[in-house]
């Protein structure tokens, strides 16, 4: 099923589940061919093979991101905490109950949830110590052998799991557990009914997220069945049951019979960890995004270094800049206010001052700016140059030099020296384009010294064939290694923000892409195997390149977003290229955030993106290809939080529309009105959720029943595939943030 969608609104599908066709184990092929009339007449063959699946550990980036974030402190006191997977399959891999298909469809994996002055501590063992003591351990396909170490108080997955261990797996495999009193593990730990409704899988339009080849993508979700307290750090932890349905409590929390006598712990295994606070701080998305540009006082919202006061007005700078030539000339002399307003003036262009060490061992001070300018910039740079120094600028009324194209400049040529593929293809294919020139002037020479008479004219015509397809094309890769340079990839950070004072934490800057600085950047790369006796060719060769550069920049983002919907047909009528650098927890606590730009602030026209990436764990980059006055920043689907409302052990969920053409509209007209039982001439209809005795641990299958009770007698829904985790998703979902920022600097800009 799927929430409504406009066109600029993605749609998201909740999915049951995706049982794969095999599950991990061992595995074999039996094929028989008879042949008539022969004897023998049948003959036959087997032969083995392995599905392997993670046990003991979770492959690294196999984990998208958990809510709540990790170390958040926000509103989260009715929140299911949960996990997001790459792999949509993960959760069904293993078996809840072995060699029983009445639990194909449940996990064998859980979020469980303590409070974190009471939550166990995890352990590394080894896989041996998951056995019970004594039990010999078998590996398959292997010789390995080794007795399990297992205590008999503790419970754990067993021998029926774990012997004979699966290929590759071996007794001293190292494992994180936890060891949980049978008491808190029965009180707060699934049923196997409940299981069946605490994963699913979520279809997501991933175009407005970080850079991936995907337009769709699929992630797996497991979600918890408890909710955190108030005001108290909390400690949720995603272990495995395998093949443990018969130890798993009743839905009211009541112990297994099938545990065994004198069991008193039990042992699980832990695949992440993480703690957070539910509480009135302001680390949720909402007050996290509310607060960006906040602190210090007077940040600006473009990319620049602040400055005391506003930034000098354009006649200002006039009478400064003036004043400082007529001093110059000693006509005059700079006034402390003038020169208040020149430095003011260049850090409001984006401009940072640094300390300059000279060749010949003098120091000065120098101006330099990134590519990521607070204002547009026009393109007054000429390519080719001869090399750093010649892009480098003077201003002798200040003495000072503006270093900013020429460390692009340099940047670039070890960019390129770096890269020993792009480097050697550059070189062989400047020597080829020199060579056909060359062969084509000695061509021309001869062509006249014979007065074009029919001589030697196999060999003539041999050279006018190979004349004739003009220069070699490009090496391969070498356009689009130049396009990935002009979007920025592979620059260092501190040639984007040359001060950590541009960025603070919790800041998001807008910024224009000041072209100057990429040409320069793509003209220090092309320099490898330049000559200088044909600067002309050069120039020709570079001015092609450019333009296949800019306009592969980003290309895969760009048509990805652009062939349906209000972005086809996009059209830059201005050439800019715009964008923002954020920074913050947001960024960490909730990867894959979705954002959209427009150029106006209605939000009607969107701007396609270039590029979306994380530079840092915190830092994002975002390039739209044109002007963004409007930006929206809105949570990632395969991150929405499934929850509660309701306080003091008294809990309910409102109704949503299950069947077209709304699947996903809340019924009720006030949901700040009292709750009303599955009424549906209320303002406020839902469904109450029971809790087990501890007031938190909601009992997840008897929701459920209610909701598949009322939607189907009282709303006329239907379910032809009956009540699935899928449409619980649906049902607990609580919808996605979304909050808008106004680009200031699209107006009126000055530089």
């Not at 600085?517 to 390149?545: C, M, P, V, Y």
Request: contains cysteine; proline residues 8%; hydrophobic residues 40%.
């Amino acid at each position: 099923m799927s929430t409504p969608a406009s066109d600029d609104q993605k749609q998201i599908s909740f999915i049951q589940s995706d049982v794969p066709p095999l599950r991990t184990g061992v595995y074999t092929l039996a094929a028989t061919e008879t042949v008539p009339g022969q004897t023998p007449g049948r003959f036959t063959a087997n032969a083995s093979f392995v599905v392997q699946g993670e046990r003991f550990k979770i492959a690294e980036g196999e984990i998208v991101g958990v809510f709540p974030p990790a170390l958040a402190n926000g509103e989260f006191d009715r929140v299911l905490p949960h996990v997001v997977f790459s792999r949509r399959t993960l959760p069904w891999e293993r078996s809840l109950k072995n060699a029983d298909q009445s639990y194909a469809k449940h996990p064998w994996m859980a979020v469980l949830l303590f409070d974190a002055a009471t939550a166990p501590t995890p352990t590394k063992v080894k896989a041996k110590e998951l056995v019970p003591l004594g039990t010999r351990i078998t590996v398959t396909a292997s010789s390995d052998t080794d007795t399990g170490a297992l205590p008999a108080n503790i419970l754990s997955y067993g021998a029926s799991t774990l012997v004979p261990m699966g290929y590759g797996e071996t007794p001293d495999d190292d494992c994180l557990v936890i060891d949980i009193p049978l008491d808190t593990f029965c009180q707060i730990a699934p049923s196997a009914p409940d299981l069946f409704y605490l994963a699913h899988i979520r279809e997501v339009d991933v175009t407005d997220g970080v850079d991936t080849a995907a337009r769709q993508t699929q992630y797996a979700v497991v979600v918890g069945n408890r909710i955190p307290a108030v005001n108290v750090p909390s400690r949720a932890f995603l272990v495995s049951l395998e093949n443990m349905a018969d130890y798993l409590p009743a839905e009211d929390g009541t112990p297994s019979a099938r545990i065994p006598a004198g069991t008193d712990h039990v042992r699980l295994l832990v695949y992440t960890s993480w703690t957070f606070t539910a509480n009135d701080l302001e680390e949720n998305l909402l007050d996290l995004l509310k607060g960006l540009n906040k602190f210090p006082a007077g940040s600006p919202s473009t990319l620049r270094l602040p400055i005391v006061g506003d930034a000098p007005d354009a006649a200002r700078v006039r009478q400064a800049a003036a004043n400082q030539a007529a001093a110059s000339r000693g006509a005059g002399t700079l006034s402390a206010d003038d020169a208040a307003v020149i430095v003011k003036n260049a850090l409001a262009m984006g401009y940072v001052p640094f300390n300059h060490h000279l060749r010949h061992g003098g120091r000065t001070v120098s101006w330099y700016r990134g590519p990521l300018v607070p204002s547009p910039v026009a393109t007054t740079i000429a390519v080719p140059i001869g090399g750093p120094d010649a892009a480098n600028r003077y201003d002798p009324q200040a003495g000072l030099f503006d270093v900013s194209y020429g460390a692009a400049w340099q940047l670039g040529q070890l960019l390129a020296l770096q890269n020993t593929a792009v480097a050697s293809s550059l070189y062989t294919w400047k020597q080829r384009v020199l060579q056909q020139q060359a062969t084509a002037a000695e061509q021309q020479l001869l062509q006249h010294l014979l007065a074009n008479e029919p001589i030697l004219e196999s060999f003539m015509a041999t050279r006018r064939a190979r004349l004739a397809d003009g220069p070699p094309p490009l090496p391969g890769g070498i356009p689009e290694w130049f396009g990935a340079l002009a979007a920025l990839q592979g620059i260092p950070f501190n040639y984007l923000v040359p001060d950590e004072r541009m960025l603070p934490p919790e800041s998001l800057r807008f910024f224009y892409l000041d072209f100057n600085w990429i040409d320069a950047l793509i003209d220090g790369a092309f320099s490898i195997g330049r000559s200088t006796a044909d600067q002309k060719l050069e120039a020709a060769q570079l001015h092609a390149l450019r333009s296949a550069a800019r306009a592969r920049m980003g290309l895969r983002r760009a048509l990805a977003a652009r062939p349906t919907g209000a972005r086809a047909g996009h059209v830059n009528p201005t050439g800019q290229v715009t964008g923002f650098i954020l920074r913050s927890q947001a960024a960490s606590g909730w990867p894959n955030l979705r954002f959209k730009g427009y150029s106006d602030a209605a939000a009607t026209s969107p701007v396609p993106t270039l590029r979306l990436v994380n530079l840092t764990r915190d830092t994002l980059l975002c390039l739209f290809d044109g002007v963004v006055e409007l930006l929206q920043i809105s949570e990632p689907p395969e991150q929405l939080h499934m929850g509660i409302e309701g306080k003091d052990g008294t809990y309910w969920t409102t109704l949503r529309e299950v069947d077209p053409p709304n699947p996903g509209k809340q019924y009720g007209t006030d949901p700040g009105q009292k709750p009303t039982a599955c009424d549906p001439t209320a303002a406020n209809p839902v469904i109450f959720v029971n809790p087990r005795a501890d007031g938190r641990t909601l009992r997840i299958r008897d929701a459920a029943t209610e909701l598949l009770g009322c939607l189907t007698k009282t709303f006329g829904q239907t379910f032809p595939q009956g009540f699935t985790s899928a449409e619980l998703a649906l049902e607990l979902n609580k919808g996605v943030l979304m909050v808008e920022f106004q680009n200031t600097s699209s107006r009126g800009a000055r530089s």
